[in-house]
């Protein structure tokens, strides 16, 4: 059992909509999934389903509790905005080892491991990230109402905003923004929406528009041009370079594929794996500064 303590790793990857935890051990894997976290919108909240992910796991794996605390650890939690909540989460859970960064750099490790490229996150939030050598970049990240570019909530406000201007006559009514204002009741029902919309809420919208896109409707196409526009620069601001890996990862990156240039298209992969993969490597990298 000695072997297996000095060999074992803990891993926790928090977003807005789950929470993965799980303990590598002898070189298997006891992964447990619990909800949402994000401790800048709910310290409390994300703090009981990860301590819920770390007593599951010291179930499975039959280790006590406190003896888990004590293994080398790598928490990507959404939230994790300064050092200052990233001390107060390490200190709130007990771990003696552990990294606590936001939950970008497990995604980036997750998709490329260790090889140069970029990853373009474009989910219900959004963010990019170029790794070259190992270390990396970031752009964007920073929420619904200060930026979260091209991502699907983002989207979402678009096709709304693009049916109200229709209804003014400043653009042009298409299929998708009379759907819009069918759907929620006129531009009245369109406000009271947008009024108190999640994140998430908007996000749902967001299929409709790609469909759209897919046929050719103006507004929605028009959409999905700015949002790839949106990842194309950032991403050759960030230093990305013909040749170099792109990962679209969330579930509306894969439809920008389409509208971005040639260069960016033609270097579009699968990611290696998930996030979950990429926050357990970097507790590996805590074992070994611990050595």
């Known amino acids: 059992m000695t072997e297996s303590q000095n060999s074992a790793v803990l891993a926790v990857d928090g ?6 935890v799980a303990c590598m051990i002898d070189g298997v894997v006891h992964s447990v999934e619990t909800g949402a976290a994000n401790v800048s919108t709910d310290f409390d909240g994300a703090l009981a389903q990860i301590r819920s992910g770390l007593d599951q796991v010291s179930d499975r ?4 509790g406190a003896k888990m605390l004590g293994f080398p650890a790598y928490v990507g939690l959404a939230g994790v ?3 200052q909540i990233a001390q107060r989460l390490r200190d ?3 771990l003696t080892c552990a990294r606590v960064e936001d939950d970008r750099p497990a995604a980036v490790r997750g998709a490329l491991g260790a090889q140069d490229g970029l990853i373009a996150h474009c989910g219900t939030g959004s963010f990019l990230a170029i790794q070259i050598h190992g270390a990396m970049r970031f752009a964007g990240g920073w929420g619904a109402v200060l930026g979260d570019e091209a991502s699907a909530q983002w989207v979402g406000r678009r096709a709304l905003a693009e049916a ?3 209804v003014d006559g400043t653009r042009i009514e298409t299929g998708l923004t009379r759907k819009l204002l069918g759907e929620l009741h006129g531009t009245a029902g369109i406000v009271r929406f947008a009024g108190t919309a999640t994140p998430a809420q908007f996000g749902a919208l967001a299929p409709a528009v790609t469909s759209a896109a897919q046929t050719g409707d103006t507004a929605a196409v028009e959409i999905m041009q700015a949002g790839a526009g949106y990842l194309e620069g950032t991403a050759r601001r960030l ?3 013909r040749g170099q890996a792109i990962c679209l990862t969330g579930g509306i ?6 509208y971005l240039p040639d260069d960016m298209r033609s270097a579009i992969r699968p990611p290696l794996g998930e996030p979950l993969t990429g926050a357990l490597a970097l ?3 805590v074992r070994h500064e611990h050595l």
Do not use: M, P, S, V
């Not at 977003?15 to 993965?20: E, F, I, K, M, Q």
């Open 81 to 83: 905005t300064d050092k």
């Open 253 to 258: 990156a894969g439809h920008y594929a389409d």
């Open 92 to 94: 709130a859970l007990g």
């Open 61 to 64: 794996i039959g280790f006590l």
């Open 15 to 20: 977003g807005g909509t789950r929470c993965r």
């Open 283 to 285: 507790a590996k990298e």
């Open 164 to 166: 109200l201007c229709a």
């Open 239 to 241: 230093g990305w370079q």
